[in-house]
């Protein structure tokens, strides 16, 4: 089988064509014509695993037919996340657009499926946890917002082109090469972690390892066609649970400091409406309050029904593994 990975410079694109490359997949990824040129350490790194580049931008659908040609899956990895300054209108040209003009391009190529990789953050403030793919959709940022039009425009493009089209909805993902919880597990291991709040929120992870084999079951298993999915572990702890693990793995006390989450999030109101008109990253934003006020937790029944999806990797070995891995880059 012929499958394209975009996003595949990124960590979780990146898991997911080394993994299946060692399954005997013919792996292109599909990388912005300035980063390949530039030859960047993860083109380089792609290259070595067997993978081949091949020019293509989200940005810019003329060069998505090319990209595409001569594939059978297509996995959707490719987003823009949360930056500062950015314009709405760049988020969902990215993250919305773009997914449409991506399946129109792989219905044109033959292309028999595309796997589109959205998050579980489309269903914001989970009120009455756990959460299925069947939950209200609850956006909180822009980033968010476009990812829930994106989806639309996915199944908007599916029932156009009569391409197979499946949305993975992923949960946190942690595993060595990430770096999005490296303040959590740096903090907590270093014991200067601030808790605001009371810690009892659910806060859902999946392993890297896992979510890329769901992945894989999204683009091969028959009855996920036209099917959404939310990819995320076995095991949902609350945040001082996941605080504790980190904790003991590396042989400190669990995090005891803890303040009212409301003053921040002010604070973070304000911070945005000064910065924001600037461009400047500011240096609390609300949605890093959120982390400590939003419960995260998700029901995985249905991919494991549908799917056979089967996440094996514990909290506490992933746990173990990320923090081993910190440690070797030196950021512990």
């Known amino acids: 089988m012929r499958v394209l990975v975009t996003g595949a410079t990124g960590f979780t694109g990146g898991h997911l064509a080394r993994a299946l490359t060692t399954r005997g997949y013919h792996v292109s990824a599909m990388v912005r014509p300035s980063t390949h040129s530039a030859r960047s350490r993860q083109a380089t790194d792609l290259e070595r695993n067997g993978i081949a580049i091949v020019d293509g931008d989200l940005a810019d659908p003329r060069s998505l037919p090319a990209a595409v040609a001569g594939i059978d899956v297509v996995y959707n990895i490719a987003a823009l996340y949360r930056q500062a300054g950015l314009p709405d209108s760049v988020y969902h040209q990215v993250n919305a657009t773009a997914v449409g003009q991506l399946i129109d391009a792989a219905a044109a190529a033959g292309v028999r499926r595309v796997v589109h990789c959205s998050t579980v953050g489309v269903h914001g403030d989970v009120e009455h946890p756990p959460a299925n793919e069947d939950a209200p959709l609850n956006p909180g940022d822009v980033y968010q917002?476009?990812?829930?039009?994106?989806?639309?425009?996915?199944?908007?493009?599916?029932?156009?082109?009569?391409?197979?089209?499946?949305?993975?909805?992923?949960?946190?993902?942690?595993?060595?090469?990430?770096?999005?919880?490296?303040?959590?597990?740096?903090?907590?291991?270093?014991?200067?972690?601030?808790?605001?709040?009371?810690?009892?929120?659910?806060?859902?992870?999946?392993?890297?390892?896992?979510?890329?084999?769901?992945?894989?079951?999204?683009?091969?298993?028959?009855?996920?066609?036209?099917?959404?999915?939310?990819?995320?572990?076995?095991?949902?702890?609350?945040?001082?649970?996941?605080?504790?693990?980190?904790?003991?793995?590396?042989?400190?006390?669990?995090?005891?400091?803890?303040?009212?989450?409301?003053?921040?999030?002010?604070?973070?109101?304000?911070?945005?409406?000064?910065?924001?008109?600037?461009?400047?990253?500011?240096?609390?934003?609300?949605?890093?309050?959120?982390?400590?006020?939003?419960?995260?937790?998700?029901?995985?029944?249905?991919?494991?029904t549908e799917l056979g999806y089967a996440p094996s990797v514990t909290l506490r070995d992933g746990i173990h593994r990320t923090l081993a891995w910190y440690r070797e880059q030196g950021w512990l």
């Open 145 to 304: 917002v476009s990812k829930v039009e994106g989806e639309r425009i996915a199944r908007e493009a599916a029932a156009r082109t009569g391409v197979e089209v499946v949305i993975a909805r992923p949960s946190g993902i942690y595993g060595p090469g990430d770096r999005r919880l490296l303040k959590l597990f740096r903090g907590v291991a270093r014991r200067r972690f601030l808790v605001l709040g009371d810690g009892k929120i659910f806060y859902h992870l999946t392993y890297i390892d896992d979510l890329v084999e769901g992945f894989r079951l999204c683009g091969e298993a028959p009855a996920a066609a036209g099917r959404t999915y939310i990819l995320a572990g076995a095991e949902v702890p609350t945040l001082n649970e996941l605080m504790s693990l980190i904790a003991e793995d590396a042989r400190v006390p669990p995090p005891s400091l803890r303040l009212p989450a409301w003053p921040f999030w002010l604070a973070g109101a304000a911070c945005e409406a000064v910065c924001a008109p600037f461009g400047i990253e500011p240096p609390l934003y609300r949605r890093r309050v959120d982390f400590f006020t939003k419960s995260r937790a998700f029901d995985i029944s249905r991919a494991r």
